[in-house]
């Protein structure tokens, strides 16, 4: 069964930046695709961004510049940093196992998610 | 706004059928993933690629395609299904994924 948990501070000021840790169970990070999205309290979801296995990113246009995600394979784990962050990055941040097909792309396991809130 | 358009609300009664669906230029060329969320917790993949149930999922849960319409059904809806809806496919240019904005769905 893969599982997947999200770490991190739940606490980020304004201008700093957010950092998130993803761990993997029940799979190699060597294969699929490995996606952060998030949801601000009471709204819906926004993809963030994903690394593959052979470590190519992508990222959302309305957060390229400000978006990282990287892969530790010795740990099993990918991560997330957002700089600059403001209120509008405040969210429940949840990172995904995605399968990618020439038609279709879906996200077939998520973690739990974590509240991150932004506030000085 | 995002590039896939969903109703915000829909409802249906105990046991009748409900379909709730994702418009979307991009759902011409790629299918719609959906995904069920209940408060407090994360979404949960049900369907995917032209018509597919992740292990666990009802057969009541359906997904078909229509030129630039996605739709999942539920067919015999229980109370269980109450919940937020979220279709997911790649966007336009086919690089970036998106998110319609979800449905809420009240089973009366």
């Known amino acids: 069964q893969v599982q997947l948990q999200e770490s991190g501070p739940g606490l980020v000021k304004p201008s700093e930046t957010l950092s998130l840790t993803c761990t993997v169970s029940g799979d190699s990070i060597s294969s699929s695709y490995w996606n952060w999205i998030r949801q601000p309290p009471g709204k819906g979801l926004e993809w963030i961004g994903y690394?593959?296995?052979?470590?190519?990113?992508n990222y959302n246009p309305s957060l390229r510049g400000r978006v990282t995600i990287s892969l530790d394979t010795s740990k099993n784990q990918f991560s997330l940093k957002l700089t600059s962050v403001t209120a509008a990055d405040a969210a429940v941040y949840y990172c995904?196992?995605?399968?990618?097909?020439?038609?279709?792309?879906?996200?077939?396991?998520w973690g739990q998610g974590t509240l991150v809130t932004v506030s000085s | 706004s995002s590039e896939l358009t969903q109703d915000p609300a829909v409802s249906v009664a105990l046991g009748q059928t409900v379909r709730i669906t994702c418009q979307g230029a991009s759902l011409k060329n790629y299918y719609a993933s959906w995904y069920q969320q209940k408060p407090r917790q994360a979404p949960v993949l049900v369907i995917y690629g032209r018509n597919n149930r992740p292990s666990g999922i009802p057969d009541r849960f359906s997904g078909s395609s229509s030129g630039n319409t996605g739709s999942l059904t539920i067919t015999g809806a229980q109370a269980e299904d109450e919940a937020d809806y979220y279709c997911?496919?790649?966007?336009?240019?086919?690089?970036?994924?998106?998110f319609g904005g979800g449905t809420k769905l009240t089973v009366l």
């Open positions: 995904a196992r995605a399968q990618s097909t020439r038609l279709n792309f879906y996200f077939d396991y």
């Open positions: 997911n496919s790649r966007d336009s240019s086919g690089n970036n994924l998106v």
């Open positions: 690394i593959s296995d052979s470590g190519s990113t």
